[in-house]
Every structure is written in C-alpha cells, then in structure tokens.
C-alpha cells in the first residue's frame, strides 16, 4: 500500500476533504509527507512564516506557550483528521499561535511552497480552503482579493474573529489579542487610525476591551454578526 493510498483511507471519512475535486484531492495525497511528534514538540512557533497546512490523524494539540504548560487546558476531543494552518492563506501575518505537541502526535503536512505554487496554478481551489475556514469561523470567508471590498466594520470584525477562532475548536485559550497581529495589509488594508476608530466604536458596544497594546474579544458572537456580509454571504 502506497502512502497516497493509505493516507486516502485515513481521509475517507473527512467531510471537506471528501467535497474536494479529485484533482486537489491527488495534489493534497501527493505533496503532503507525514510527520511524527513526541509529547512537548513543537510544531510551529508564534511569529514564524506560515509553513503550509497540516491534517492531525492522531494525538492532540496545545496552543500555549511551552512554559506555560502547567496552565494548559484539557486537550479538546474533535473528529479525526483536525485540518488547521489555512489561516496563513489568507493572511499576510506570521503564525499567531505556539502550537505543540500534547502527546504522540502523527500529522500530514503540506509545506508552504507547493501550496502556494498549487493555489497560483489552479485559483480556482481557494474557495475550498475558504471553505475549510468557514467552518472554524461560522461565516463565510471571502477570497483574498475580495477581503478589502468589505466595509470597514465588517473588515475589522472578521480579523477578529480570525484571529479569536482562526483554529477552531481546538485552540481554547483566553480571547486576548495583540494589537501588532490586528493589523493585516491583506485582511484590512486599513491606517491604523481607522482600525484604532472602528476598535473604539466596538469597545463602546462591549464587544472588546482596549488595554494597552491587546485587545480583550467579549462577544463572539456579536463580532461574528457584523463581520456577515454580501461577500461572504454569497460564498456561504
């Protein structure tokens, strides 16, 4: 049995890997390689390039930093595979997150390079990645050229919700986000005194509070309805 094959049947079963064309599915089963972790590893780190995406087969996820780990919440249970690192399409910041390993991990990986290469080839398969974050975020994600149409609110909403849920179910810790990794030319392509405008109506909503340079998200929920829109409802 071939790696492509075995790793197809470990797939068999994922919803969204199952809605994809055949020709990504092959591309996806061609480029990824798979990658063993043992407990306390580290996968990624926080302000390191995007490295591509990965589909978790086995083991779980830690999302803190690793001197925190007396800190560290229960690992959440969540159907196998678990695809997350798709935030960095459609993105322009580095990895926001320390991501280890909780236990023995196996994971597939597709690195940075041919995803990228894949996505300029065949444009069209960006609307299954938005896909893929739509169902983390709970709103439709619009494609990276059609992310600075949006009206401001709405812009600014949806990097925060990004950058809140951007992982999902797995990554449970507090909602507070540094304003450095607010800002994104891709996602916002706002000045910084329009986004700090947008922040201080948010804050007199009790959506967020402001402290110093982070940004406490209190309603989710909330910031998810104005971050809805004719974009990403359309793609919904």
């Not at 079963?13 to 306390?40: E, K, V």
């Not at 083991?59 to 925190?68: C, H, M, T, Y």
């Not at 209190?218 to 910031?223: C, G, H, P, Q, V």
Request: net charge neutral; proline share 6%.
């Amino acid at each position: 049995m071939t790696n492509g094959t075995q790793w197809r049947s470990w797939l068999d079963n994922d919803h969204w890997f199952n809605d994809l064309p055949a020709s990504l599915q092959d591309s996806l089963l061609t480029g990824m390689r798979q990658r063993r972790f043992t407990p306390g590893k580290l996968i990624f780190q926080k302000g390191e390039p995007a490295c591509g995406l990965y589909a978790l087969l086995d083991g779980s996820l830690r999302f803190n930093d690793v001197n925190q780990q007396s800190k560290w919440l229960s690992p959440v249970v969540t159907a196998r595979p678990y695809w997350f690192g798709e935030v960095s399409l459609f993105d322009d910041r580095p990895r926001l997150r320390d991501v280890f390993a909780a236990d023995q991990l196996i994971l597939l990986h597709m690195p940075q390079a041919p995803l990228d290469q894949l996505l300029k080839d065949q444009p069209r398969y960006w609307r299954y990645f938005g896909d893929l974050l739509k169902r983390k975020l709970g709103l439709g994600v619009p494609l990276p050229d059609q992310m600075t149409l949006l009206p401001t609110d709405e812009r600014v909403a949806f990097r925060l919700v990004m950058l809140a849920q951007g992982y999902g179910d797995m990554d449970q810790s507090v909602r507070i986000i540094s304003r450095v990794d607010l800002h994104s030319q891709r996602c916002l392509g706002l000045v910084p005194e329009v986004v700090d405008r947008v922040l201080e109506g948010f804050a007199e909503r009790g959506l967020l509070r402001r402290e110093h340079d982070f940004i406490s998200e209190l309603d989710i929920e909330r910031l998810r309805k104005i971050a809805q829109h004719r974009l990403t409802l359309a793609g919904a």
